[in-house]
């Protein structure tokens, strides 16, 4: 069965550092989104491509975050500089489409901030 | 915007009862509704789905749900959990609109005790 493949599982990094995710999802989805996790909440949208185009970044922080689709297939997320805030898990999704929300994730990046 | 409300943050239950996780929604237009599972340290999968139709929907392992657009509620249920049904829960929420983004739950934590 396809999966939505994340990597790393896990980044431990130190606040100012920089750190990237990526993301490769099922093969024929052309949308893909990044969702964050904070722990005991449920998953906030930051960003949503479809192909290789952003259509919603609104809850994407600008300042620190950004993240790209090249080739309207892979994916990565880009956090600099990190800050003690922004640890959480970073969930990647896919979809054949974006009209109904039937979603699938991969296991997620969970990252650390010291 | 659409919004989601889970009424339960935790539900502990004893094998074998019967378990209700309760889910409201917010939406001044027609909405598809989902319900998704996480277990520890991974990704989300979907259980089961509103999306037109019959308004008792059956998803996998046994769960179904049951929209009512009067009491805008979602409420998931399952007659006799099991161990492994030990989960977190989200409900989430899309707008029949092309391209509209998925808004979940603060999640409900299910815990099947023996």
């Known amino acids: 069965e396809a999966e939505v493949a994340q990597s790393p599982r896990y980044k431990i990094t130190e606040k100012s550092q920089a750190v990237a995710f990526w993301c490769d999802p099922i093969s024929g989805h052309a949308t893909l989104y990044w969702y964050r996790q ?9 960003v949503q491509f ?13 300042d620190r975050f950004s993240a790209e689709r090249l080739k309207g ?9 990190a800050e003690l805030g922004d640890s959480a898990m970073y969930l990647c999704a896919s979809s054949r489409t974006a009209n109904t929300g039937e979603l699938f994730f991969g296991e997620g990046s969970r990252l650390t901030v010291l | 915007a659409q919004s989601v409300t889970q009424l339960d ?24 509704l989902f319900w998704y599972v996480q277990y520890p340290n991974q990704g989300l999968q979907l259980l089961l789905k509103y999306l037109s139709g019959s308004t008792l929907v059956k998803g996998i392992n ?7 657009k009067s009491q805008t509620s979602f409420h998931l249920r399952k007659p ?6 030990t989960a977190e829960y989200f409900c989430a ?13 603060e999640g409900t934590q299910l815990t099947v005790n023996p």
């Open chain 2, 9 to 32: 943050s935790q539900v502990p239950v004893f094998e074998e009862a019967p378990v209700e996780l309760r889910c409201n929604y917010s939406s001044s237009v027609s909405v598809y």
């Open chain 2, 80 to 85: 006799s959990v099991h161990i492994s049904d």
């Open chain 2, 62 to 68: 046994g769960f179904e749900a049951e929209f009512n």
């Open chain 1, 38 to 46: 904070i722990l005991g909440q449920g998953p906030e949208l930051l």
């Open chain 1, 73 to 81: 297939v892979d994916s990565t997320l880009k956090i600099q500089p």
């Open chain 2, 93 to 105: 929420v899309s707008v029949m609109v092309s391209g509209s983004r998925l808004t979940f739950g």
């Open chain 1, 50 to 62: 479809q192909d290789e185009s952003v259509v919603d970044d609104s809850q994407l922080p600008k």
